[in-house]
Nanobody
Framework: QVQVAESGGGLVQAGGSLRLSCAAS????????IGWFRQAPGKEREFVAA????????YYADSVKGRFTISRDNAKNTVYLRMNSLKPEDTALYYC???????????????????WGQGTQVTVSS
């Protein structure tokens, strides 16, 4: 079974950038749809972006379109989330998650993902 682990979070000023990494182990990441979600204190976990298995269609929440870019490096078995023009409201614990292999999920829903990382904190100061 695949396992995923996030890294790359940190403290950044508004307008700055960060790149999060979701490294997979145990199986090829290209066999899984990978989603990024985030959860701010007192709020529900919400969808941010996803990269589908195989050819790799991409999906974004409206709140991050044009600012965030999801990509995949098969050689490194890693999915990245490049975050530009960060805002204080982007502050959250960011999780990556993987579906079962070769599954076509409704990418926006947490229930579609079977494996989760521990999360990486992103804090954007104003």
């Amino acid at each position: 079974q695949v396992q995923v682990a996030e890294s790359g979070g940190g403290l950044v000023q508004a307008g700055g950038s960060l790149r999060l990494s979701c490294a997979a182990s145990g199986r090829s990441i290209s066999s899984h749809t990978i989603g990024w979600f985030r959860q701010a204190p007192g709020k529900e976990r919400e969808f941010v972006a996803a990269f589908s298995w195989g050819a790799g269609a991409t999906y974004y929440a409206d709140s991050v379109k044009g600012r965030f870019t999801i990509s995949r490096d098969n050689a490194k078995n890693t999915v990245y989330l490049r975050m530009n023009s960060l805002k204080p409201e982007d502050t959250a614990l960011y999780y990556c998650a993987a579906t079962t292999p070769y599954y076509n999920p409704s990418v926006f829903y947490t229930r579609e993902y079977s494996v989760w990382g521990q999360g990486t904190q992103v804090t954007v100061s104003s």
